[in-house]
């Protein structure tokens, strides 16, 4: 077993980025029109266009990016936003200063413990500060069902055995419960996005982008059984997720909202 941490591939990850990046724009639309921040932070910022997008509609906050991917960094560095990058921990993250908003887009599910994880990061906040949290609910989908099905059913399966991946979110209610003694203002909803991908093998090539790092990267060391793998999971994905005659596949994706003002 492969104990190198899971790698991010920018390129893999932005090949659908109007389908990724829906979710964030609908959480960010919700953010008040006079909410005036001084202090942001974009924790799992990727290739940082939320935190650019940040800068430019908050000329004057003080923006911070920062990811645990030094090549995703290498991307945002290259839009020549007056942001912060660094490379961090969102598990171990704390702020010099309160933060007024903290942005957190489809970064928490790869964290454990949520309940601790929302009261720490509820406690950040400065006064009237804002959380904004949107987080998959991939765990329980089809296409990661065939994803931990397949990885535990090849010759792979002992290689793969103990690789974390993606794990089910709490309860919506359990979510509240951690914010609640620090924040007013909760909002907590879900929505079901209906992605239209193109392409070939347009469910595996989402996957390769996020949910599949941590199995590809325990592979790498034998490319022969990372390709197997990778034709077994094509297979059942495609027979699971037709394409259309149109050219389109299909992906219905689940997705958990949360935006919350300290008190």
């Not at 929302?118 to 609910?137: E, I, K, N, R």
Request: aromatic share 8%; net charge negative; proline share 7%.
């Amino acid at each position: 077993m492969s104990d190198a941490s899971p790698q991010w591939d920018p390129r893999q990850y932005n090949r659908f980025e109007a389908q990724r990046d829906r979710a964030a724009l609908d959480l960010l639309v919700r953010l008040p029109e006079d909410f005036a921040p001084a202090e942001i932070w974009d924790l799992g910022c990727g290739t940082g266009q939320h935190a650019a997008l940040l800068k430019r509609r908050h000329p004057s906050a003080q923006v911070h990016g920062m990811d645990s991917s030094a090549d995703m960094l290498d991307q945002a560095r290259a839009l020549s936003a007056e942001v912060d990058w660094s490379v961090g921990d969102i598990a171990t993250w704390t702020p010099d200063r309160p933060a007024d908003l903290i942005l957190a887009n489809a970064s928490l599910q790869w964290l454990s413990d949520h309940a601790v994880l929302f009261m720490h990061l509820a406690g950040a906040l400065a006064p009237s500060g804002l959380l904004a949290v949107q987080m998959p609910m991939a765990w329980e989908t089809r296409h990661h069902t065939i994803m931990r099905e397949t990885a535990a059913s090849g010759p792979w399966a002992a290689i793969l055995r103990g690789i974390d991946t993606i794990a089910p979110l709490l309860p919506a209610e359990a979510y509240y419960e951690a914010v609640a003694p620090l924040c007013d203002d909760i909002d907590i909803w879900s929505t079901t996005y209906l992605h239209v991908l193109t392409g070939e093998d347009a469910v595996l090539e989402w996957m390769k982008g996020t949910a599949l790092r941590p199995y590809l990267t325990a592979l790498a060391g034998d490319p022969s059984m990372r390709s197997a793998f990778l034709a077994a999971l094509g297979a059942r994905l495609a027979a699971a997720f037709p394409r259309r005659a149109d050219g389109a596949t299909l992906l219905p994706f689940p997705r958990l909202f949360l935006m919350a003002q300290r008190r």
